[in-house]
């Protein structure tokens, strides 16, 4: 039973334009929203987060955008660096419980 | 601060031996919680402690899988005996309220051969 939905495996964009990256959840008792970044090898590293209360939560080229009554939410890098060269999870959060997506694979190109 | 931290990096075994993995979380962190990823798959919640009691581990796979966290502070978590599914990366995370932002260690990944 996957709840939480990344449908683009891989996104690719050029150094300096704006990345997006989308997330597709099921469960309703999802809280809290958050975004992970990950690179080989090492563990998740915790990127932004939003509130279920929220629709927009901003933090420097991060911004992350969640439509509750879609069960929707997005992820915008801009611009986009090489080193946001990474894999990226959503993970909403119920209660203590986080729900990861498969992850989306995102390359920079210089 | 020094952030979570997880021994050992790496493990390879043989299928049938135990492997104990230990997590160290950030100080202060009352809440410790241990995931995996195996092959091909998303990452899984395993369990949730605070403090010293556990609060769900109801993503523990079998009774083969035995984590502890005695007085509080590190947790260890032990496969015994190890089968070749177990393979993959085990993960620890830790957050000062439950509810609140985790943040994880670098993995530790297991091998079963």
């Known amino acids: 039973d996957q709840q939480v939905k990344q449908n683009s495996p891989s996104l690719s964009v050029q150094e300096g334009r704006i990345s997006i990256l989308n997330c597709d959840y099921t469960?309703?008792?999802?809280?809290?929203f958050l975004w992970y970044k990950k690179y080989p090898a090492e563990g998740p590293t915790f990127l932004i987060s939003i509130s279920s209360i929220k629709d927009k939560n901003e933090d420097g080229r991060f911004t992350v955008f969640l439509n509750k009554s879609a069960k929707h939410l997005s992820l915008h890098i801009v611009p986009s660096q090489p080193g946001d060269s990474a894999v990226y999870f959503c993970a909403p959060l119920n209660d203590y419980k986080l729900s990861f997506g498969a992850g989306t694979t995102v390359t920079v190109r210089a | 601060e020094a952030g979570v931290t997880q021994f050992p990096s790496h493990s390879v075994i043989e299928k049938g031996q135990t492997v104990t993995l230990r997590c160290d979380p950030i100080s202060g962190h009352d809440n410790l919680y241990w995931y995996r990823r195996v092959m091909g798959k998303e990452i899984k919640f395993l369990l949730h402690?605070?403090?010293?009691?556990?609060?769900?581990e109801s993503g523990m796979p079998n009774n083969r899988f035995l984590a502890e966290r005695t007085g509080g502070t590190y947790s260890t978590l032990k496969v015994q005996p190890a089968e070749l599914e177990d393979s993959g990366v085990y993960f620890c995370?830790?957050?000062?309220?439950?509810?609140?932002?985790?943040?994880f260690g670098p993995g530790t990944r297991l091998l079963v051969l």
């Open positions: 995370a830790s957050s000062q309220v439950s509810g609140q932002t985790q943040y």
């Open positions: 469960n309703s008792m999802f809280d809290y």
């Open positions: 402690f605070v403090k010293e009691s556990k609060q769900d």
